[in-house]
Nanobody
Framework: QVRLVESGGGLVQAGGSLRLSCAAS???????MGWFRQAPGKEREFVAA????????YFADSVKGRFTISRDDANNIMYLQMNSLKPEDTAVYYC????????????????????WGRGTQVTVSS
């Protein structure tokens, strides 16, 4: 069982940056991890994912070039660095984890993840 807790959300002006953290209660080694977000009135959508090795990452087109994902397995933390934020990035951001099939595998749909955090709010003002 892995418990995930997100932090780092807040209110930022457009063009600004935030770094989200996802702290895991157990070891994250061998877990692929990802970030998803859900805006009011919209379905949860994929943002970014990272394989358990950290060697493979993938981003939604809407955040590619602005967001980076990384992990620190020694401290069981995953990060989402968000730069050049836009008002359309406003959402509750969730981290997720699941057993990775291979060292390069990551999931891009919410159905592929077993463990979820409760989310952290990110609000970008124009």
């Amino acid at each position: 069982q892995v418990r995930l807790v997100e932090s780092g959300g807040g209110l930022v002006q457009a063009g600004g940056s935030l770094r989200l953290s996802c702290a895991a209660s157990g070891r994250t080694f061998l877990y692929a991890m990802g970030w998803f977000r859900q805006a009011p009135g919209k379905e949860r959508e994929f943002v970014a994912a990272i394989s358990w090795s950290g060697g493979s990452t993938y981003f939604a087109d809407s955040v590619k070039g602005r967001f980076t994902i990384s992990r620190d397995d020694a401290n069981n933390i995953m990060y989402l660095q968000m730069n050049s934020l836009k008002p359309e990035d406003t959402a509750v951001y969730y981290c997720a984890a699941t057993t990775g099939y291979t060292s390069s595998w990551y999931g891009v749909s919410s159905a592929e993840y077993r463990y979820w955090g409760r989310g952290t709010q990110v609000t970008v003002s124009s």
